[in-house]
Nanobody, 128 residues
Framework: QVQLVESGGGLVQAGGSLRVACVAS?????????VAWFRQVPGKEREFVAAMSWNGARTSYGHSVKGRFTISRDNAKSTAYLQMNSLKPEDTAVYYC????????????????????WGRGTQVTVSS
């Protein structure tokens, strides 16, 4: 197991940009899986945002963020990032970082059950 801590959330105007980060600690050396970002608003299910393979060669994005958000990772720093551009009020949510112990089936990247470690989330609020 690893511990994940998100940071970088905040309040931004529509059209602006924000970058959130996720730092992993604990038994990071034993993990070589995917990292992902999900988001959730009260009363709704957790929504897949983006994922990246261990070596960064493959990425996947949710339909609503494709072309605006970019996921990246720095394994040497045990850190993943989500760069969010052209933000919209509907992007307002708590953003969660997640990681998997091993390489998941790529078609399962958007499934919550694929990931065994989760952070507590960081709030992103986009004002209109």
């Amino acid at each position: 197991q690893v511990q994940l801590v998100e940071s970088g959330g905040g309040l931004v105007q529509a059209g602006g940009s924000l970058r959130v980060a996720c730092v992993a600690s604990g038994r990071t050396s034993s993990r070589n899986g995917a990292v992902a970002w999900f988001r959730q608003v009260p009363g709704k299910e957790r929504e897949f945002v983006a994922a990246m393979s261990w070596n960064g060669a493959r990425t996947s994005y949710g339909h609503s963020v494709k072309g605006r958000f970019t996921i990246s990772r720095d394994n040497a720093k045990s850190t993943a990032y989500l760069q969010m551009n052209s933000l919209k009020p509907e992007d307002t949510a708590v953003y969660y970082c997640a990681s998997s112990a091993g390489n998941p089936i790529w078609s399962m990247l958007d499934k919550i059950d694929t990931y065994d470690s989760w952070g507590r989330g960081t709030q992103v609020t986009v004002s209109s």
